[in-house]
Structures are given as structure tokens and as C-alpha cells.
């Protein structure tokens, strides 16, 4: 709970805020960033997503300024937006990460030349993109996804901790979507319509 000489403060920071003031930006971002970045880190468990997320909040408190209406606290109008966007994310991966296992394990049989063809085409650029990453998320990545072994495992040969792991493989996994962008469409759509 905010005293009232905090509800006071912000309630200020926020009526200049909506007269375009960045010099009250400036403060409420000094005030909120470091701390909303360790809420944030209690839901996700990476540290560079976390900074992106309330970035974002605070890029979108500054476009959303003259519309702003916030009945409660800023301070729990931010934590709330924090915990919204971090849940947001992690569905998000667990939908993309779902996608991913079911697109690969789906060519395990194939119907048709075109099916190979396709399939091929795809592994080829996979092979590639594996390829260009770094080598710390490479060895992660085909640990975990060719040899089919645990974080926990991953972690003992490389002696690294799991997050550690769990933090490379992420990196590898969003660099391979965007390597493999087009393709994914394109099989993502043979997917719901074959």
C-alpha cells in the first residue's frame, strides 16, 4: 500500500506525463525500472526478456499517456501490467515451442516425393541455420534436441547451470524461427490443410 505522500507524488508525475512532460517520464522510469525488472525476473526466468518487457510497458505508458486512466497506484498498475505481459510470454513460447516439436516429429513418415522434397528443402536450411549459431547455444541446442538429452543433463556435461542451459537453447530456438521464417509458414499452413 502507497502513502499518501507517494499516491500524491505519482498521481503529479502522471497529470505532467499527460502534458507530454519527459522530464516525468524520466522519473517514473528511474523510480519503477530496476525493481519491475525483478518482478518480472520471478515469472520469467530470463534476464534480457525481462528488461524487454518492461521496456515495452514503459514505451507503451508513454504512447498511451493521454489516455491513461489508472484507478489504482501507478506503482500497481505497472506491477499488474509486468505480471500480464511476463504470462503473455510465456504462453506465447509454450504455443511456439509446442509448434516447433510437432512440425519436426511430423516428417517422420513421408507420403509423397513432395513430402521429401519439402522436408529436405527445410532440413537443408535447418542445417544452415544450426549452422551460423553461436557455438555455446549450438552445443545446447543439439544436445537437447538431436540427442535428445535433460537440461539437467545438458548442464552436467557442460557445467554450466540449467538456466544457463534453458537460456541458450531459448536464444537458439528464437534464432531458428527467424532463420527459418518462411518455411515455417509455409509449413505451418500444409499442416492445417494436409
Same mark, same amino acid.
Given at each position: 500500500?502507497?502513502?499518501?505522500? =507517494?499516491?500524491?507524488?505519482?498521481?503529479?508525475? %502522471?497529470?505532467?506525463?499527460?502534458?507530454?512532460?519527459?522530464?516525468?517520464?524520466?522519473?517514473?522510469?528511474?523510480?519503477?525500472?530496476?525493481?519491475?525488472?525483478?518482478?518480472?525476473? /520471478?515469472?520469467?526466468?530470463?534476464? /534480457?526478456?525481462?528488461?524487454?518487457?518492461?521496456?515495452?510497458?514503459?514505451? $507503451?505508458?508513454?504512447?498511451?499517456?493521454?489516455?491513461?486512466?489508472?484507478? =489504482?497506484?501507478?506503482?500497481? *498498475?505497472? %506491477?499488474?501490467?509486468?505480471?500480464?505481459?511476463?504470462?503473455?510470454?510465456?504462453?506465447?513460447?509454450?504455443?511456439?515451442?509446442? *509448434?516447433? =516439436?510437432?512440425?519436426?516429429?511430423?516428417?517422420?513418415?513421408?507420403?509423397?516425393?513432395?513430402? *521429401?522434397?519439402?522436408?529436405?528443402?527445410?532440413? +537443408?536450411?535447418?542445417?544452415?541455420?544450426?549452422? $551460423?549459431?553461436?557455438?555455446?547455444?549450438?552445443?545446447?541446442? =543439439?544436445?537437447?534436441?538431436? $540427442?535428445?538429452?535433460?537440461?539437467?543433463?545438458?548442464?552436467?556435461?557442460?557445467?554450466?547451470?540449467?538456466?544457463?542451459?534453458?537460456?541458450?537453447?531459448?536464444?537458439?530456438?528464437? +534464432?531458428?524461427?527467424?532463420?527459418?521464417?518462411?518455411?515455417?509458414?509455409?509449413?505451418?499452413?500444409?499442416?492445417?490443410?494436409?
Amino acid at each position: 500500500m502507497l502513502n499518501k505522500n =507517494t499516491y500524491q507524488l505519482e498521481s503529479q508525475l %502522471l497529470a505532467r506525463l499527460k502534458k507530454d512532460c519527459h522530464q516525468s517520464y524520466s522519473i517514473l522510469f528511474s523510480a519503477y525500472y530496476k525493481n519491475l525488472v525483478l518482478f518480472a525476473g /520471478t515469472i520469467v526466468q530470463d534476464k /534480457t526478456i525481462c528488461e524487454d518487457i518492461v521496456q515495452n510497458i514503459f514505451l $507503451k505508458l508513454w504512447n498511451d499517456r493521454n489516455e491513461l486512466n489508472i484507478e =489504482t497506484s501507478l506503482k500497481s *498498475y505497472l %506491477l499488474r501490467s509486468v505480471r500480464n505481459s511476463c504470462l503473455d510470454h510465456l504462453r506465447h513460447k509454450k504455443i511456439v515451442d509446442s *509448434y516447433a =516439436t510437432k512440425l519436426f516429429s511430423s516428417f517422420n513418415d513421408f507420403d509423397s516425393a513432395e513430402d *521429401y522434397v519439402l522436408y529436405s528443402d527445410l532440413h +537443408q536450411h535447418l542445417v544452415e541455420a544450426i549452422s $551460423k549459431l553461436p557455438e555455446k547455444q549450438r552445443e545446447a541446442f =543439439t544436445m537437447s534436441r538431436y $540427442k535428445e538429452m535433460k537440461y539437467k543433463e545438458i548442464a552436467e556435461k557442460l557445467n554450466i547451470s540449467e538456466r544457463a542451459v534453458e537460456d541458450r537453447i531459448s536464444k537458439a530456438l528464437a +534464432q531458428l524461427r527467424i532463420s527459418l521464417k518462411d518455411f515455417l509458414i509455409i509449413l505451418f499452413l500444409l499442416l492445417l490443410y494436409f
